[in-house]
């Protein structure tokens, strides 16, 4: 069991958020709420949750989580909710998922019939951990005198404006991130790219993200993600899992690289050409740094990601460039678990980001560009997380916004 | 003793504590306190009936068959006399009893797993006892 105090700059007050969403069940009359998505144990228990978990929030007091017995003991350890809050489910009799929860909120709840919310959907993102529908059965065959409700909007109403605690850990990823940055660009430099591959690249960012504290290269697109060449300008390849290419001369790299501190995610992207850079790619370059640099001005609290990418598709079909944007400018991020999708689920495509979604002060979002030249292998990426402010938006990494060219 | 008593008799549970706090000392016990409850569906005297361990502190204190309501303990484990009684005699492990679901646990899991071996060591020491099941 983790403690925190008032001091810490990464303090975040758990039972407050707790007590918010109590309230908000109270409000919807629902007896007891069954969490199942990674972004809600992130949110709730402060413990990374690899294994399928649940969090089962009554109406008053605290929250118990269900996770695989194998890690119940180390969720406990760093959660600041203790053992007997946090326990284990086992493929024995009695101790399965679906009958432990069961007599839980039957036996020790005391709740015999009412409403249990819970979180359906679906997702892009592989890890969202929805309810699956063999779940959601069993749990109403076994739950008989309740019904099952949808409430994740619950959660995702509260977990959208981030509180103090939650932006110092973010800005401290970032700096995290920082520095991988500076330990790759100080490995590739002077030449020290030649023969290096992608997966080394990966690997000393790694190294440097750990030594200053990162816990997990935390991406589920691969973890540390490498492209150079042709790989770089792939039009659906934003997504690069290192591979083990030699950089070659004449390449364009991209090092997209991820930290993970107190489930606070760094997220930032920068991009060098290898060797030599033709006067094409200096051009590609100076588009993509232009867009980036004018997207970072358009996010401020009012804007909408559809007013953003309109404008940004307006200045790439001015430049002439449009053709190489993928036209989507950010995507959501939250503690553990939160990603993609940005805000809440009240656009017209159901568990896709609301293109009118307005964006509020403590929102934060991941700027994300993706510019790809196919013909050319040749392509950049940028992304780094913002905090949006009022009049804009403050970039959590600071590793300088540049195209370099490394010789 | 002199010769085999009747599973889940008073004679056994006699027997039982007797035994386990001979032979079970506090250090072995790893002063552990708990309780445990196995309660037994379908006894051949057309009963259920329960078993209920208290341990404080490593000391066996408490060791009571019964029928009615079992005493509120840490842990409970259902199921049937048979199975207990194999179980019991080393027919079947109780381990494979609960993973076959013909056992079923009640409590903390994490807590169980680090009692598990404890557990065991009486299953053991009760094996020994010439029983008549």
Redesign the interface.
């Known amino acids: 069991m983790k403690k925190t105090t008032l001091n810490d700059p990464y303090f975040i007050d758990f039972p407050h958020r707790l007590s918010q969403i109590q309230e908000k069940m109270a409000a919807e009359d629902i007896d007891v709420y069954l969490g199942s998505r990674l972004r809600t144990l992130s949110w709730i228990t402060d413990a990374f949750c690899p294994w399928r978990s649940y969090i089962v929030i009554p109406a008053h007091g605290l929250p118990t989580v269900f996770t695989f017995v194998i890690d119940a003991a180390r969720v406990a350890d760093d959660s600041w909710l203790d053992e007997d809050h946090v326990l284990g489910y086992a493929p024995l009799g009695g101790m399965d998922q679906i009958t432990q929860i069961s007599d839980f909120i039957r036996d020790t709840l005391g709740l015999h019939k009412g409403h249990i919310g819970v979180e359906n959907g679906m997702s892009n993102y592989l890890p969202e951990g929805n309810l699956t529908h063999y779940e959601h059965e069993c749990f109403k065959e076994s739950l008989s005198g309740f019904s099952l409700v949808n409430a994740h909007h619950i959660i995702d109403s509260l977990s959208i404006i981030k509180d103090q605690g939650t932006i110092n850990r973010f800005r401290e990823a970032s700096r995290i991130v920082d520095k991988g940055h500076r330990a790759v660009k100080g490995a590739i430099s002077h030449g020290g790219w030649k023969g290096m591959t992608e997966t080394e690249i990966a690997g000393i960012a790694a190294l440097a993200m750990r030594r200053a504290g990162s816990v997990w290269e935390w991406s589920f697109t691969g973890g540390n993600e490498i492209a150079s060449g042709y790989r770089t300008g792939l039009a659906g390849g934003a997504c690069t899992p290192a591979t083990t290419r030699k950089l070659k001369a004449g390449d364009g790299l991209m090092v997209d690289i991820h930290a993970m501190f107190k489930l606070a995610l760094g997220d930032h992207s920068h991009n060098y050409l290898i060797g030599r850079a033709t006067k094409r790619q200096l051009w590609h370059a100076r588009n993509f740094l232009d867009i980036v640099s004018g997207t970072l001005k358009a996010y401020k609290a009012g804007a909408s990601p559809v007013s953003i990418a309109e404008e940004m598709m307006d200045f790439a079909e001015t430049r002439g460039f449009s053709e190489f944007m993928v036209p989507g400018f950010e995507h959501g991020i939250g503690m553990m678990g939160d990603e993609w999708r940005i805000g809440m689920n009240d656009g017209p495509m159901p568990y896709w980001t609301n293109p009118d979604h307005t964006y509020r002060e403590n929102e934060i979002v991941i700027c994300a560009m993706q510019y790809a030249c196919p013909q050319e292998d040749t392509g950049f990426r940028y992304e780094n997380p913002i905090l949006i402010g009022k009049d804009g938006c403050e970039p959590l990494s600071r590793f300088g916004l540049k195209v370099e060219v490394i010789e | 003793m002199a010769g085999k008593v009747s599973y889940l008799s008073s004679e056994w549970r006699d027997e039982v504590e007797r035994r386990l706090r001979e032979e079970l000392s506090p250090e072995k016990m790893k002063h552990i306190t708990t309780s445990v409850t196995f309660n037994y569906t379908g006894c051949p005297d057309g009963t259920d009936k329960y078993l209920h361990f208290t341990c404080v502190d490593g000391v066996i204190t408490d060791v009571k068959v019964d029928t009615g309501d079992p005493p509120q303990a840490e842990f409970s484990i ?2 049937s006399y048979d199975l207990f009684a194999r179980v019991t005699q080393g027919i079947v492990t109780s381990q494979r ?10 409590g ?4 169980a ?1 680090k009692l598990a071996s404890l557990s065991d060591r009486i299953n053991k020491i009760m094996s020994r006892i010439p029983t008549i099941y």
């Open positions: 259902t199921g009893a609960l993973m076959s679901g013909k056992l079923r646990l009640k903390n899991m994490v807590k797993l």
